[in-house]
Structures are given as structure tokens and as C-alpha cells.
């Protein structure tokens, strides 16, 4: 099975920065599209960031430029630099990706995998 495990999530003052990873393993022939989600209690889950492979990134506009989404293919590994952290960025972040694999020698498919989440804590 593939694994999407997450790191660097922590409590940051205002104004101050953060860089979450999220690192892909497993049985993977290849990532398409990575992304990150946070959520807060009572809120919907909120689309950060995504950075398809060898494409452009797209952004929230709450977090445009703020927050910086990149990926190291060699690594399996997309990461989110967090800048200019407000109180509004708390929140539970997420990283998601879409993974073309296989079982075995069967056929290839293509199915989304989600990490365990990271809490980031911006105090007011």
C-alpha cells in the first residue's frame, strides 16, 4: 500500500514561518498532481495549495504569496513553505496525491492517497 506520511507542524508567533513535507512511499510508478488541504472544526476543508507534475502551482487566494507549494520527484516529496503566518492559518494541513500504481504485475490504475495531517498553531 502507498503511504503519504507528513511532517513540520507546529505552533509559530504571528508573522513568523513554517515548511510542512509530506513524503509519498510505497509501490508508486508515478505522482501526478500533489496538494495540500487544511480544516478547522466547524469548517469545510479548504484547497491550499496543488502543483501538478511539471506544471504551474495554483494557490488560495488567502494564502497567495504567502505560502509556496514545490515537489522533489526524486524524494516522492511535496513540500509547503508557510510565511507571514496569521491567526487564520491554524488549522489541521493535509497533504493529498494522486498516484499511478499497481498491484503486482497487473494493471496500472490510478487512485488518490491522504496523509495523516499536521496541526498548525498560530496564537493570537
Known amino acids: 500500500q502507498v503511504q503519504l506520511v507528513e511532517s513540520g507542524g507546529g505552533l509559530v508567533q504571528p508573522g513568523g514561518s513554517l515548511r510542512l513535507a509530506c513524503a509519498a512511499s510505497g509501490n508508486i510508478f508515478s505522482i501526478n498532481t500533489m496538494a495540500w488541504y487544511r480544516q478547522v472544526p466547524g469548517k469545510q476543508r479548504e484547497l491550499v495549495a496543488s502543483?501538478?507534475?511539471?506544471?504551474?502551482?495554483n494557490y488560495a487566494d488567502s494564502v497567495k504569496g504567502r505560502f509556496t507549494i514545490s515537489r522533489d520527484n526524486a524524494k516522492k516529496t511535496v513540500y509547503l513553505q508557510m510565511n507571514s503566518l496569521k491567526p487564520e492559518d491554524t488549522a489541521v494541513y493535509s497533504c493529498?496525491?494522486?498516484?499511478?500504481?499497481?498491484?503486482?504485475?497487473?494493471?496500472?490504475?490510478?487512485?488518490?492517497?491522504w496523509g495523516q495531517g499536521t496541526q498548525v498553531t498560530v496564537p493570537s
Open positions: 502543483i501538478p507534475n511539471g506544471g504551474s502551482a
Open positions: 493529498t496525491a494522486n498516484i499511478l500504481r499497481r498491484d503486482g504485475v497487473g494493471p496500472l490504475y490510478e487512485r488518490d492517497y
